[in-house]
């Protein structure tokens, strides 16, 4: 397997948020902490890598007719699963991530990747696709949380560094307050979409020397 | 079941905490199915009644069945069965007999089943500890306010389609700053206090 490509392929050609669109719900409501953005992004990962190896070892057994159903009732399993482990070990964040935890079992992009490729590929593939998924969605996550929390309150880090306060980079009393609102969200991610498209859209160095040669 | 409750349970689902624009639940269908106000109010009203059906039948399953038996644990689980059973019932019992509007919601009707909105307003139900008749008018009325955003947002991102815009925001970006300066003017009910 060419873990390589789809390595590229999860951070940038098919990302999962930015050029597949999936699971946007979580990536504009949570991501107003970094320790909420590393939290969600690796609980995904987490739940994505087990349901994609757990449904590419069963595919053979999975009837077609009610796969949906059969996905949806194992990635659940692994979603509780996490929920209380969040909930014994981390309980601040379980109560930061609120009701998108169980939320997770809704998220497209786990059962996109189930529907489009465990149920047709082996078992090692799936894996490590899971792994290159769950990364490009918790990079994208990361991104969103630093952005916002930067220009809605002037900090970084928060939850994680200086006791959870996050370190001050300026005073808040300059920052604005909307990009830590729902608005913020939408329009941080219209930004990042718009980024990815820009630079994905550029013609490589290597084709416009060919087309330069002609 | 005290009327002031009621009516601000549901002045909360429509406005104040909007689905879409403050809760972020439902964003995929909101964007996917928003291309024309036809389809989108198809999408609206097929939502809602899968809500209040969804709430009307969890809380009695939570309440009766996983409550006192310990099986709180098990909620997420068993509600998505639920719901994607229920989406499968309604399915079939429209197509034997409203052939018409079947065909009308396509393949958006088994859609609602991965519908986080569907999912959230049962998850909530449970959380705020509503009984049987809040549930249900919670579930009516978050399905009624998402159908109000849905419904806005085609109409403006029917006016976008030729629209001149930066090459790089074209089709997906363009329609995310939409639904931001929307969710910018629902912010505005926010303030809204009913009954002191």
Same mark, same amino acid.
């Given at each position: 397997?060419?873990?390589?490509?789809?390595?590229?392929?999860?951070?940038?050609?098919?990302?999962?948020?930015?050029?597949?669109?999936?699971?946007?719900?979580?990536?504009?409501?949570?991501?107003?902490?970094?320790?909420?953005?590393?939290?969600?992004?690796?609980?995904?990962?987490?739940?994505?890598?087990?349901?994609?190896?757990?449904?590419?070892?069963?595919?053979?057994?999975? #009837?077609?007719?009610?796969?949906?159903?059969?996905?949806?009732?194992?990635?659940?399993?692994?979603?509780?699963?996490?929920?209380?482990?969040?909930?014994?070990?981390?309980?601040?964040?379980?109560?930061?991530?609120?009701?998108?935890? #169980?939320?997770?079992?809704?998220?497209?992009?786990?059962?996109?990747?189930?529907?489009?490729?465990?149920?047709?590929?082996?078992?090692?593939?799936?894996?490590?696709?899971?792994?290159?998924?769950?990364?490009?969605?918790?990079?994208?996550?990361?991104?969103?949380?630093?952005?916002?929390?930067?220009?809605?309150?002037?900090?970084?880090?928060?939850?994680?560094?200086?006791?959870?306060?996050?370190?001050?980079?300026?005073?808040?009393?300059?920052?604005?307050?909307?990009?830590?609102?729902?608005?913020?969200?939408?329009?941080?991610?219209?930004?990042?979409?718009?980024?990815?498209?820009?630079?994905?859209?550029?013609?490589?160095?290597?084709?416009?020397?060919?087309?330069?040669?002609? | 079941?005290? &009327?002031?409750? +009621?009516?601000?349970?549901?002045?909360? @689902?429509?406005?104040?905490?909007?689905?879409?624009? %403050?809760?972020?639940?439902?964003?995929?269908?909101?964007?996917?199915?928003?291309?024309?106000?036809?389809?989108?109010?198809?999408?609206?009203?097929?939502?809602? &009644?899968?809500?209040?059906?969804?709430?009307? *039948?969890?809380?009695?399953?939570?309440?009766?069945?996983?409550?006192?038996?310990?099986?709180?644990?098990?909620?997420?689980?068993?509600?998505?069965? *639920?719901?994607? %059973?229920?989406?499968?019932?309604?399915?079939? &019992?429209?197509?034997?007999?409203?052939? %018409?509007?079947?065909?009308?919601?396509? *393949?958006?009707?088994? +859609?609602?089943?991965?519908?986080?909105?569907?999912?959230?307003?049962?998850?909530?139900?449970?959380?705020?500890?509503?009984?049987?008749?809040?549930?249900?008018?919670?579930?009516?009325?978050?399905?009624?306010?998402?159908?109000? @955003?849905?419904? +806005?947002?085609? @109409?403006?991102?029917?006016?976008?389609?030729?629209?001149?815009?930066?090459?790089?925001?074209?089709?997906?970006?363009?329609?995310? *700053?939409?639904?931001?300066?929307?969710?910018?003017?629902?912010?505005?009910?926010?303030?809204?206090?009913?009954?002191?």
């Amino acid at each position: 397997m060419n873990f390589k490509q789809q390595f590229k392929e999860g951070l940038l050609t098919q990302n999962p948020v930015t050029v597949q669109l999936l699971g946007m719900c979580s990536v504009m409501a949570i991501t107003t902490s970094f320790f909420n953005g590393i939290g969600m992004g690796l609980s995904v990962l987490v739940i994505l890598t087990l349901s994609n190896i757990f449904i590419a070892a069963l595919r053979k057994i999975i #009837p077609n007719k009610i796969r949906i159903a059969c996905f949806i009732v194992v990635i659940a399993t692994f979603v509780t699963v996490v929920d209380l482990i969040l909930q014994a070990f981390v309980p601040a964040l379980a109560e930061s991530l609120g009701v998108f935890i #169980p939320l997770i079992v809704v998220n497209c992009i786990i059962l996109g990747r189930a529907e489009g490729y465990s149920s047709k590929n082996g078992v090692v593939a799936s894996a490590i696709d899971g792994i290159c998924q769950g990364l490009g969605y918790t990079v994208i996550l990361i991104v969103m949380c630093v952005v916002r929390e930067l220009l809605g309150a002037g900090k970084f880090g928060g939850g994680i560094l200086n006791g959870g306060e996050g370190v001050e980079l300026f005073s808040n009393h300059f920052a604005a307050l909307g990009m830590a609102l729902p608005v913020g969200g939408f329009l941080t991610l219209a930004c990042v979409i718009a980024t990815m498209q820009y630079f994905l859209s550029k013609p490589k160095k290597s084709e416009k020397k060919e087309e330069v040669a002609k | 079941m005290d &009327f002031k409750e +009621l009516f601000t349970i549901a002045m909360g @689902a429509i406005l104040i905490n909007n689905f879409i624009f %403050s809760q972020f639940l439902g964003i995929c269908p909101f964007m996917g199915v928003s291309k024309s106000t036809d389809t989108a109010s198809g999408m609206g009203l097929a939502v809602t &009644f899968v809500m209040g059906l969804a709430s009307a *039948v969890c809380w009695p399953i939570n309440h009766f069945i996983l409550e006192p038996n310990g099986l709180v644990f098990m909620q997420t689980i068993v509600y998505i069965l *639920v719901i994607a %059973s229920l989406v499968q019932f309604i399915e079939m &019992f429209l197509q034997k007999s409203m052939p %018409s509007l079947y065909t009308a919601l396509g *393949v958006y009707l088994p +859609l609602i089943t991965t519908n986080c909105a569907v999912l959230g307003v049962v998850l909530q139900n449970t959380q705020n500890g509503y009984g049987f008749v809040s549930s249900v008018v919670y579930g009516v009325t978050g399905g009624i306010g998402f159908l109000l @955003a849905i419904y +806005l947002f085609a @109409a403006v991102r029917e006016k976008l389609e030729f629209s001149e815009c930066p090459k790089a925001f074209e089709g997906f970006p363009l329609a995310l *700053v939409t639904a931001g300066l929307l969710a910018l003017s629902f912010m505005g009910f926010s303030g809204l206090k009913i009954f002191g």
